[in-house]
């Protein structure tokens, strides 16, 4: 069984920086491809950042792309968001996700198999 604890959420004026970190079990960042997700009040869980189980390759959605980085450091079993320049908009409730298969769905939600609980990240205009 998978776990993920992500951590590293709060309140931060627009502009500023958080960073995000989400603890697995062992070899988890080896074994499955992860993930970062993000859920706004009243609206559906988004992408924001994934990567590959290999480590090498990583994709975000447009919205964050040139201010977020995904990261894994596999000695410390933890996945990272790095996030810069942040705005109101990237408020929310942010999850990291683990999948077993690989696919081009990597922004989908349904194809993750693991949750963690969620962090809230509140960004202030």
């Known amino acids: 069984q998978v776990q993920l604890f992500e951590s590293g959420g709060g309140l931060v004026q627009a502009g500023g920086s958080l960073r995000l970190s989400c603890a697995a079990s062992?070899?988890?960042?080896?074994?499955?491809?992860t993930a970062w997700f993000r859920q706004a009040p009243g609206k559906e869980r988004e992408f924001v950042a994934g990567i590959r189980r290999s480590g090498g390759i990583r994709y975000y959605a447009d919205s964050v792309t040139g201010r977020f980085t995904i990261s894994v450091e596999s000695a410390e079993n933890t996945m990272y968001l790095q996030m810069n320049s942040l705005k109101a908009a990237d408020t929310g409730v942010y999850y990291c996700a683990a999948r077993r298969n690989s696919g081009r769905n990597y922004y989908s939600q349904s194809a993750y198999n693991y949750w963690g609980q969620g962090t809230q990240v509140t960004v202030s205009s």
């Open positions: 062992e070899d988890t960042f080896s074994t499955f491809d």
